[in-house]
T-cell receptor
Framework: GAGVSQSPSNKVTEKGKDVELRCDPI?????LYWYRQSLGQGLEFLIY????????KSGLPSDRFSAERTGGSVSTLTIQRTQQEDSAVYLC?????????????FGPGTRLTVL | RKEVEQDPGPFNVPEGATVAFNCTYS??????FFWYRQDCRKEPKLLMS???SGNEDGRFTAQLNRASQYISLLIRDSKLSDSATYLC?????????????FGTGTRLLVSP
């Protein structure tokens, strides 16, 4: 079946511009996560949506970052007034409720470059 | 101090070698542990879960020592295709609101 998809796959923007990154989770997966991975670094947790509960935003690095999940499915991560340090690969993952293994399925990521 | 710590490597081994990676975690409330594999410029994928009793999947063996807060991954008879970054991962949180905490990964290079 279809996996997690993300768009765009690559995004180059100028410092100060806003960007929107999209994630389509696996159908039926109630949990959705956003991570950021900088070159040579581990995955940095950003935000987590679980069903209709209020999201866990504890990983968002600044108020320039926000995310929405509409209808319990598609999610959009928005970065306002981008800075060069925002350059990274942004990964989305989804997980099925009640999965005993707690496996997260990752999308291919969006590579963001801020010039 | 990072919540999940790994030696970044790289570990350079010849084909057929046995290699072991270690990982430590600082949050004793972490409930479950996993190894994910990430190929270059690709997304992470689950390799295996880690149980206190130890578990084996083909050439891969994972162990958890809760007393020492230590996790290991052993790869026997290394293949060229095992070259990747191996991410140690801890799960924390309560039912319904759980999240994974990733280590920075250990890079493995298997050479002919």
């Amino acid at each position: 079946g279809a996996g997690v998809s993300q768009s765009p796959s690559n995004k180059v923007t100028e410092k100060g511009k806003d960007v929107e990154l999209r994630c389509d989770p696996i159908s039926g997966h109630t949990a959705l996560y956003w991570y950021r991975q900088s070159l040579g670094q581990g995955l940095e947790f950003l935000i987590y949506f679980q069903g209709n509960s209020a999201p866990d935003k504890s990983g968002l690095p600044s108020d320039r970052f926000s995310a929405e999940r509409t209808g319990g499915s598609v999610s959009t991560l928005t970065i306002q007034r981008t800075q060069q340090e925002d350059s990274a690969v942004y990964l989305c993952a989804s997980r099925r409720a009640g999965d005993m293994v707690n496996e997260q399925f990752f999308g291919p990521g969006t590579r963001l470059t801020v010039l | 101090r990072k919540e999940v710590e790994q030696d970044p490597g790289p570990f350079n081994v010849p084909e057929g070698a046995t290699v072991a990676f270690n990982c430590t975690y600082s949050n004793s409330a972490s409930q479950s542990f996993f190894w994910y594999r990430q190929d270059c410029r690709k997304e992470p994928k689950l390799l295996m879960s880690v149980y206190s009793s130890g578990n084996e999947d083909g050439r891969f063996t994972a162990q958890l020592n809760r007393a020492s807060q230590y996790i290991s991954l052993l790869i026997r008879d290394s293949k060229l295709s095992d070259s990747a970054t191996y991410l140690c991962v801890a799960l924390r949180g309560n039912t319904g609101f759980q999240k994974l905490v990733f280590g920075t990964g250990t890079r493995l290079l298997v050479s002919p």
